[in-house]
């Protein structure tokens, strides 16, 4: 049965890299990345907005200051174009990880 579940995963992994959403993101990203500055200063906001928001240091404006700071960047079409396909992949991805989990129970009171 293990081998069978690993195989149905590679299964799911082709499936996601030929999905719609996995070809326009590939695309775009590879557009990007033909400008290696601009790429830069992408992957320096994309960090920097991931730790805002995972580190939970929301202060008032804070999102409004860092998109201002970068609004140079964030306003070129290929960038936008690029993060609007990743956020539409995650989305897709996330959908897919909560059918294959969901369902599942482990214990996680230890966390509480």
């Known amino acids: 049965m293990g081998d069978e579940l690993i195989e149905k995963a590679q299964e799911l992994k082709t499936m996601i890299q030929n999905s719609a959403e996995y070809q326009k993101y590939d695309s775009c990203r590879h557009i990007l990345k033909e400008d290696e500055e601009l790429y830069r200063k992408v992957n320096e906001f994309r960090k920097k907005n991931f730790e805002f928001q995972a580190g939970g240091f929301a202060e008032n404006g804070q999102a409004d200051r860092l998109a201002e700071a970068y609004a140079d960047v964030l306003g070129q079409k290929a960038v936008m174009e690029y993060m609007n ?21 482990f214990d996680l009171d230890f966390l509480q």
């Open 85 to 105: 396909a990743e956020l539409i992949l995650c989305r897709k991805l996330q959908e897919i990880y909560g059918l294959l989990v969901g369902d599942l129970e």
